[in-house]
């Protein structure tokens, strides 16, 4: 075994890219919440961005390493530290045998991911590693981890091995080695209480009164307590349609922008239904779903309308960015 719980922490649960193909019977995606910290966290200990990582929620756990490992956290800052050391996010961590890695106050966002070089070694349920924390399934035994859980690592790549060979001839006597590179501050997401989200128009959105189109776009939100991985309520400008309309159900994505009768938004997110019947105002950017995935409660949260093209050049630009961190990693560890 790898790593011992010996405090769990708020909601810590093993997650992935998400659980797809099944929709149609009714199993939802699932998945990690950020996914741009997931994939980072992967790619800094030399892991396919596919592998499962640990998803901290808000307060974080405390974990012992019973052997050698190569992590990284990456995400909201959730405060970790080994005997009191701050460790940094964003960087590769060597941490020897025996060392505890404790989380503590949410400074930024309220997630955080914890990748291991070889990825989390939980069984495959259909195609994916991700807790799907409602039906009990995927993940470890379908559930939040708990004190005295065990998780194993699987086997590390080529490059993984690498890093922990550079990493674990400079740790001397201390209880980690962080690389002395790591990910370019541009790439990381300005994690904030008061985000502004960039959106494109949903399927119903000329449903909506011209009051509510302007409303939305440009008065604020605030996420209320009744918020959780399925999706964000928000409370704010009420949006009310144009003449009371039957919407057959229909698909849904991560950050669907749907509104029910009452005329709050919720916002759709990872561990979202697999149709809905409410009309959909706004559909949020790929490239900002990190940043309402890492909001909480109390937090404020605008929206600002951008094209579709312009969404996918700002994804396609940030798909760039990986594709050299990528080559970036290969080059600084061989």
Known sequence: MTVRVIRPGLLTSVQ???RYG?????????GVMDPLAH??????VGNEETQATLEMTLKGPSLEFLEDALISICGGDLSPSVEGTPVPLWKPIFLKKGSVLDFG???TGIRAY???????????????????LRAGIGGF???ALKVGDELSAGTRTRLGEEMVKRLSSQSARAAFTAAEWGVAQEMVPNYTSAPVIRAIRGNQYDWFTQESQIAFYSEPYKVTPQSDRMGYRLDGPTLE??????????AVAFGSVQVPAEGKPIVLLADRQTTGGYPKIAQIATIDLP????????????????????????????????????TGILVKNT
């Open 105 to 107: 106050p949410c400074r």
């Open 39 to 44: 994939r980072i966290a992967n790619l800094l």
């Open 241 to 250: 349609l144009t003449e009371p309309m039957e919407l057959i159900s229909e």
């Open 291 to 326: 940043l309402i995935a890492q909001t909480k409660p109390g937090d404020t949260i605008r929206f600002t309308e951008i094209s579709r093209e312009e969404a996918e050049w700002l994804l396609l630009d940030r798909e760039n960015q990986i594709r050299q961190l990528k």
């Open 16 to 18: 992935d890219a998400g």
């Open 22 to 30: 099944f929709q149609k019977h009714g199993v939802i995606v699932s």
């Open 114 to 132: 914890l990748a291991i070089a070889g990825g989390w070694d939980v069984p495959l349920i259909m195609n994916s590693r991700s807790t799907y």
């Open 141 to 143: 035994q379908g559930r």
